[in-house]
């Protein structure tokens, strides 16, 4: 009797999570750029160097941030990155070169990042950050689970991007960062509201806000020009 009524607690806590639904909202880019966007139209055409980094990092369980690996990475960045190069009028050429943790142990891509650094007219860094709360979406998940996700529980990401200009000699330029945020909230019913507000689309919102407004203040700014 007691193993009967052991099963059928399990299936009604399976049942329960099988139920969970969640709703993402993103919250507005602080850093915005406001001003009129100008074109850069009639400049010499420059050729560029794009670096990045993407990281991540939960905060009070990792000790620093980690480089996300190729799988990791978010899905589709490649066309983010070519559709916010539509910002730039006078990028004549550029290469790519993505950061990994074990470029450390890998002399030839290391050799061919400096090579590359050294034959562009600008490098532009990009570096991608997203963060969470260790302490926040433990005791999260502890709640869901006692409630059997009755309970709207909401988890938070942050995200942040930084950007760095340097010109062919190694001198830094401008700086530009931006910052946003992810509340994904759990609950049973909000499987309702998912299809209006899917995690993945949300995350994808903020890279692309992220590339379109800094290329843009760049573009504006005049700063990809030759001296």
């Known amino acids: 009797m007691k193993v009967k009524n052991l099963i059928f607690k399990m299936f009604i806590l399976y049942f329960a999570f099988s139920l969970v639904g969640c709703a993402t909202f993103k919250s507005e880019i602080k850093g915005r750029f406001d001003s009129t966007v100008g074109k850069n139209y009639g400049a010499d055409g420059v050729s560029v160097f794009f670096v990045f980094s993407h990281l991540n990092q939960t905060k009070g369980y990792d000790a620093i941030p980690k480089l996300d690996d190729q799988r990791q990475r978010i899905w589709g960045f490649d066309d983010f990155f070519q559709d916010a190069l539509n910002e730039f009028s ?10 990994y943790a074990s470029d450390v142990n890998d002399p ?5 990042k400096d090579s590359l650094m050294l034959t562009h007219d600008f490098v532009m860094k990009i570096k991608f950050m997203r963060e969470k709360s260790f302490t926040t979406h433990f005791l999260g998940k502890i709640a869901s689970t006692l409630s059997l996700t009755l309970l709207p529980i909401p988890y938070t990401y942050s995200y942040s991007i930084d950007v760095n200009i340097l010109n062919s000699k190694g001198h830094l330029i401008k700086n530009y960062s931006r910052k ?9 019913f909000l499987i309702f509201v998912y299809p209006f507000h899917p995690e993945k689309r949300k995350k994808e919102e903020i890279y692309v806000e992220f590339l379109h407004d800094i290329f843009k203040q760049i573009e504006t700014e005049k700063v990809l020009k030759k001296l």
């Open 90 to 99: 006078n990028i004549k050429n550029y290469s790519t070169f993505t950061d």
């Open 108 to 112: 030839e891509r290391r050799a061919m």
């Open 180 to 188: 946003a945020s992810l509340t994904k909230w759990v609950q049973t």
